[in-house]
DNA sequence: CGTAAAATTGCAACATTATAACCTAAGGAC
DNA sequence: GTCCTTAGGTTATAATGTTGCAATTTTACG
């Protein structure tokens, strides 16, 4: 059973949907067509997306399709803080735990490709360890890892 | 004054140039003209720089210059563990610190660019952290922070 | 040596990811 | 409604990275 039959993915899906158009009402922002359905596209996926490939996506439904059009809802999404990006896969994940967060952590599976976000938590006792052994101020932090998932190392 | 300028750069490209010449000489590999002229490109520049600049540099010196001879002597010397790739940037730099090392961070400094490699030691406890709490398989970790280094904190 | 195998490089084309510039349309404030 | 701001449409282009194959150089070895 692949990783994403593993829960209920629909309620994470509407979850993410309910907390995005929360923040969006709460900083008066605006949750329009495009922007929903790409962010419903990022999650439904499960794994991380490239722009590329949504745009195909939004395509294929009769959206507009040009690049512009979906790094923007992206980089709407992005300071939404309701997507992140993994930059050593140019690719783009839904956030569980949006707020204002700056801090980030993937666990990405080499076999199956998933990328599971590291606990808030962890992340930020990482980055506090980080700013206290050095002399930087630290602003933002991302830690990228690459291995076997519980699953697949089990099935290999 | 610069940062490329607080230490003696030049010792530090030698150094890494020696350093990159005996790993080739331990494992059976070639340091040719170009991958010695990509290593000591990416060393002076000090900063991370992008492929296409290593590509410019490179042409100004009559070096055959299509993508493909820099990313192939960049691949080389990322496999042979001399320079590392900053994926947020995508850029290279030199590692001051070479072996069989996969695991990396980095502090990028928003303000100067310079991006300075944390401690082996610190990244090797921090990967060592997540592994301990995480039941992936971990093979590899990148960690990448911004914000602002001491020198640009100090005259901001 | 001389020849075959392997590694490296040259080269052309192409693929992927991302942005710029400029204009039109939609939504909200008054 | 009018104005202003924000969002989206469109075209083109920039930036980054790869593939495939031929030519050359290096190495191994009889």
Chains 1, 2 share one sequence.
């Not at 590291?118 to 700013?131: D, Q, R, S, Y």
Request: with cysteine; hydrophobic share 35%.
């Amino acid at each position: 059973m692949p990783a994403s039959q593993q829960h209920d993915h629909n309620h994470c899906i509407s979850t993410a949907m309910d907390t995005a158009r929360t923040l969006c009402e709460q900083r008066g922002l605006r949750m329009t067509p495009v922007r929903r359905r790409v962010l419903e596209l990022v999650w439904q996926n499960h794994k991380p997306t490239g722009a590329y490939d949504l745009l195909a996506q939004l395509s294929e439904e009769g959206f507009n399709s040009a690049p512009p059009t979906v790094y923007r809802a992206l980089d709407f999404l992005l300071e939404l803080g309701v997507v992140h990006r993994i930059s050593s896969l140019n690719a783009f994940v839904g956030c569980d735990h949006p707020g204002h967060e700056h801090d980030t952590g993937f666990f990405i599976c080499k076999e199956c490709g998933n990328a599971t976000e590291l606990p808030a938590k962890e992340i930020k006792k990482l980055h506090e360890t980080l700013v206290k052994k050095f002399s930087f101020s630290i602003e933002t932090s991302n830690h990228e890892l690459t291995g076997l998932c519980q699953n697949c190392k089990a099935t290999a």
